[in-house]
């Protein structure tokens, strides 16, 4: 596609995320905007400023928002003992009155990734940097948000998703970068193609490991609360046990007495009771006629109902007063509003004294919401909140003002044979407080390392195509350079041999005489073919020239056996060169050369043999002088010519 082409479409994607966070903001009933859509909204205008060419304010302003995002994402990975979940909720609120944490930090995915989003926006195009490797671990991080691909995550305690508002503005803004890649040459796109579906297969499995990671804290942490949900409930039986039999012994003791107790004999004995028991609401005295005649304690409210007729005041208890004071049988009411404005259990006692005059019932007030007030102290109330249920209404309360229902936890406990529930919530303080946070430093860990042997496997791959290039290249260099030595080593060769009969020419020939200027004898013979011009005009050249390379081929072989050479020194004129040979040597070599020459039985177009003239020359003594000694070899060959050819004369050399 055409870079004017992606980047109009990228302006488009921007404006429509641009668009979807208006709207969003405009319909937030909140005091504080969701920090997701503040997020994607800085991103997607550092991706504008991009696209109008201003890539230092771009990276400023992507800079800054990952500034605050690594904020928000500490949150998530530090530990508990380091920074607690309610000096984040402290900082949160100063930073606004009445705020927490979550208001002002993305979800977890989110968070990673905007960070991600925010440093492909830092490095731009640069492969190098790894802008593919973080593109496609944004695009996963938004897919998990999605629950595309991965196991679904339980987000009680964290939250893991932005609003559809801000996936849609994060969809538009990867896309937006993700146009960048369309850009790129086609051999860049297959050098990213491994590194980047390797690196990728280890982002997914970190991922898929946090969220088994998730899953099993999750479940750690049901049972935890569960476990003390049930340590409530039994302590509560215990205690309602425990007072129960203490009641009855309470009962019983009158039986001790002759007469109807006075106001401070029931004060005395109560008191023992009522201290240890203090979920009571007063211990009362009720005659057969239901009226209270003693309470204790002499508050201000019991003093009140002293005298007061119960089946009026409550018809709620009547079927416990009868059978308590009618037919002297324990009882209990169900959950009744007290006279004291609370929700309670009223047990009745049928009394009597020594005498077995039957003189009431003692009646147990036990306060419900004072009772729950017990667990105060096995109880972190601040961050728990327990609720004693009959049916949908709390009739007692105890701790936080709110707790997380979806963390629920419940348990049937009876008292005075009336089953209750009770049930206990944590705070989400608590929750984020009593969270691992191995799952998040886990997804976030394996991230790291996915953009990190991104980094390492693309160096790799770009340094071996590189070097494949540079030992291409060298392999060329070489080839190269040998194909210049074996042309450098012919046009030497050719410079100093004879290309027709790959003898010796005379350059070479000369050289090697003046590198033997000082050998004694030294023996020079120039050869002639005689009638050569013959074989040219009747046989043609061609036939000239297997004559020549005949004869080179011989003289050659019959130079070399004595030790010398055997060059061509123009036409069909040769020199022999023989080293340490004097004339009588020397002639032998040339008859010898006669001979092979003659036994090679090379013919004229008339059928008479090739022969060759000879002029030889020695120098004995003296200083070398190559003119006028090949003048003398030259003189030689003349006079054997003027003699009738096919012979060897011999010349001294002037003295």
């Not at 003189?635 to 003699?643: C, F, T």
Request: aromatic share 6%; with cysteine.
């Amino acid at each position: 596609m055409k870079p004017r082409l992606l980047s109009s479409a990228a302006l488009l994607l921007c404006a429509l995320a641009l668009i979807i966070l208006t709207v969003a903001g405009l319909s937030e009933t909140h005091t504080i905007v969701k920090p997701s859509l503040l997020a994607v909204l800085a991103l997607t205008l550092a991706k504008l400023v991009w696209l109008a060419h201003m890539p230092r304010l771009a990276r400023g302003l992507a800079a800054v928002t990952l500034g605050c995002l690594a904020l928000g994402l500490a949150s998530y990975l530090l530990p508990e003992y380091w920074i607690g979940t309610e000096a984040w909720h402290a900082l949160a609120s100063w930073l606004a009155s009445g705020s927490s944490l979550d208001d002002w930090r993305p979800p977890l995915f989110a968070t990673l990734c905007l960070i991600l989003l925010g440093g492909t926006q830092l490095c731009g195009r640069q492969a190098a940097l790894g802008s593919p490797m973080l593109l496609g671990l944004a695009l996963l991080m938004w897919l998990a948000q999605l629950d595309l691909g991965v196991s679904a995550t339980t987000r009680w305690v964290l939250d893991y998703a932005a609003s559809p508002a801000a996936l849609a503005a994060m969809g538009c803004l990867l896309m937006a970068h993700g146009l960048s890649l369309f850009g790129l040459p086609a051999e860049e796109r297959r050098l990213l193609s491994r590194p980047l579906w390797q690196s990728m297969s280890l982002g997914i499995l970190a991922l898929t490991f946090s969220q088994h990671q998730q899953t099993i804290e999750d479940r750690r942490l049901h049972r935890l609360l569960d476990a003390e949900n049930q340590r409530l409930t039994e302590q509560l039986s215990r205690e309602v046990g425990d007072q129960l039999a203490a009641t009855r012994r309470f009962a019983n003791s009158w039986r001790l007495l002759e007469a109807p107790p006075d106001a401070a004999t029931w004060a005395l004995m109560a008191e023992p009771l009522y201290h240890d028991y203090r979920y009571f609401e007063n211990i009362a005295l009720v005659t057969p006629d239901t009226r209270i005649r003693h309470v204790h304690p002499m508050s201000e409210v019991n003093r009140r109902i002293i005298g007061t007729r119960l089946y009026e005041s409550q018809p709620a208890g009547r079927p416990a007063q009868r059978q308590a004071l009618d037919d002297h049988q324990e009882s209990t009411t169900g959950v009744l509003k007290l006279l004291q404005g609370q929700y309670g259990i009223i047990y009745y006692l049928p009394t009597q004294v020594a005498s077995g005059d039957f003189i009431g019932a003692s009646a147990m007030v036990l306060s419900l919401q004072t009772l729950t007030d017990t667990l105060q102290d096995t109880l972190d109330a601040q961050r728990t909140r327990v609720e004693l249920r009959q049916t949908s209404a709390p009739l007692a309360t105890l701790g936080a003002a709110e707790g997380v229902r979806d963390w629920a936890h419940r348990s049937q406990i009876e008292i005075g044979n009336h089953p209750l529930m009770l049930t206990t919530l944590p705070t989400q303080q608590r929750l984020q407080a009593s969270h691992a946070r191995l799952p998040a430093v886990s997804l976030t860990t394996g991230l790291g390392l996915a953009y990190l042997l991104f980094l390492v496997l693309y160096a790799h791959r770009h340094l071996g195509i590189q070097h494949q290039l540079l030992h291409r290249s060298h392999t060329q260099l070489h080839q190269e350079i040998e194909a210049r030595t074996r042309l450098q080593k012919e046009v030497e060769w050719l410079a100093r041999h004879d290309e027709l009969t790959s003898l010796p020419n005379r350059r070479m020939l000369m050289d090697d005489l003046k590198s033997r200027y000082d050998v004694r004898p030294l023996c020079v013979m120039i050869c002639d073919l005689d009638h050569f011009k013959r074989i040219n005009d009747n046989l043609g050249h061609l036939a000239g020239d297997e004559c020549l390379q005949r004869l080179g081929e011989l003289g050659h072989a019959v130079a070399t056996r004595a030790g010398g050479m055997f060059a061509r020194y123009g036409g069909e004129e040769f020199v022999v060169l023989l080293p340490g040979y004097d004339s009588v040597s020397g002639r032998q070599v040339a008859d010898e050369l006669m001979t092979a020459l003659k036994d090679a039985k090379l013919m004229h177009h008339d059928g008479t043999p090739l022969t060759m003239s000879i002029g030889l020359t020695v120098l004995e003594r003296g200083e070398l002088n190559i003119a006028s000694l090949m003048q003398v070899a030259d003189d030689a060959l003349y006079r054997a010519k003027e003699l009738g050819r096919n012979r060897v004369v011999s010349a001294p050399l002037p003295g």
